[in-house]
């Protein structure tokens, strides 16, 4: 027979072990969590390698490649006949390889792909012919666009008055996690963020935040360079409508939202008797045409009524920073 001291110090402790092992787990979570840089000279010998090549397949026709950073020297290559997204390719075919990084070289295989990429140049042959590409950086015709007569200007880098809670980041970048002290209707927004890099980590734990217009409809914030370009992805109306096409450039690149956006109609018992619309511009090319967001508010958003909202700028948890915000009422 088991004696009831020992019962009771076994009841003790289960839980005390249990709650111990608990503990430690979440510590190891996060140990795990994923590093995220914001300086091209700390984030690793990756990020180099990692962006977008352009040239010829061939020696005819144009070809572009992203190569995405996966992690410890993994990489994920997509290669485009015509050229980049918004540049050229068609918005079907896609080739994808893998690739890794050893010492100075990074070799590609996969399916009919293969190839190496050095100082810049990512050469090889695929199904069609061979190929030279040269590493390239894009940039949004609309960066550093000024704002017009008449803009409310909700940030220029000097302070962040603008915004409730709103914090200055690396002296005049704008943080996440703030609203705007103004509200708007119908109106035009410009916008410029950048995203982490973060190769280890995936989906929306890689450099996710977002856009609230009215603080009820999100624009999605995501480092998506190289995905698919889903609802949930950068660009997308999340949980709503995919952009036409995926115009998001690698981590660390200034990337802009040029937004025109209309607000929902009502009568006059507040019944909704036209949905809101909004066209988006993702890095100068126009990723939603008047797209009606039939579904109404994102799933935290605030509810739809016939009143102004601010802008949110969604803290997620990773650092993205902001610039040269400006808005344009209608």
């Not at 993994?74 to 918005?91: C, E, S, T």
């Not at 590409?133 to 666009?145: D, E, I, M, N, Y």
């Not at 690149?253 to 909704?272: E, N």
Request: glycine share 14%; charged share 20%; hydrophobic share 35%.
């Amino acid at each position: 027979m088991r004696h009831p001291r020992t019962v009771l110090v076994v009841a003790t402790l289960v839980p005390l072990l249990t709650l111990s092992l608990l503990v430690a787990q979440d510590k190891a979570k996060e140990k795990k969590k994923p590093e995220a840089y914001t300086d091209p000279q700390a984030a690793g010998p990756d990020f180099a390698v990692q962006g977008e090549y352009e040239g010829q397949l061939a020696g005819k026709t144009r070809l572009g490649a992203q190569v995405v950073a996966e992690g410890e020297g993994k990489f994920q290559v997509i290669l485009y006949p015509g050229g980049l997204p918004g540049a050229g390719w068609d918005g079907k075919t896609k080739i994808k390889a893998t690739a890794r990084r050893e010492g100075e070289q990074t070799n590609v295989s996969g399916g009919d792909v293969s190839g190496t990429i050095r100082d810049g140049v990512l050469t090889g042959k695929c199904a069609s012919g061979s190929f030279e590409l040269k590493h390239v950086v894009r940039q949004s015709p609309t960066l550093g666009a000024k704002p017009p007569a008449g803009a409310i200007v909700l940030f220029d880098g000097t302070n962040a008055d603008e915004w409730k809670g709103g914090k200055l980041v690396e002296g005049n970048h704008l943080g996440v996690g703030t609203v705007s002290k103004r509200e708007f209707r119908a109106f035009h927004l410009h916008l410029e963020f950048r995203l982490p890099f973060m190769p280890a980590a995936r989906g929306q734990a890689r450099g996710n935040s977002g856009v609230y217009l009215q603080n009820r409809y999100e624009v999605q914030l995501l480092d998506s360079f190289g995905l698919d370009g889903r609802n949930n992805e950068c660009g997308g109306i999340y949980g709503q409508v995919a952009p036409s096409i995926n115009m998001c450039f690698p981590p660390l690149s200034w990337q802009t939202y040029d937004i025109d956006f209309t607000p929902a109609r009502f009568d006059a018992q507040g019944k909704r008797i036209a949905p809101a619309v909004v066209t988006v511009l993702h890095n100068g090319v126009k990723i939603h045409d008047k797209v009606e967001l039939v579904k109404g508010p994102t799933g935290g958003g605030q509810p739809e009524r016939d009143t102004p909202g601010p802008l949110q700028l969604q803290n997620h948890g990773n650092p993205v920073v902001f610039r040269n915000i400006w808005v344009v009422e209608k």
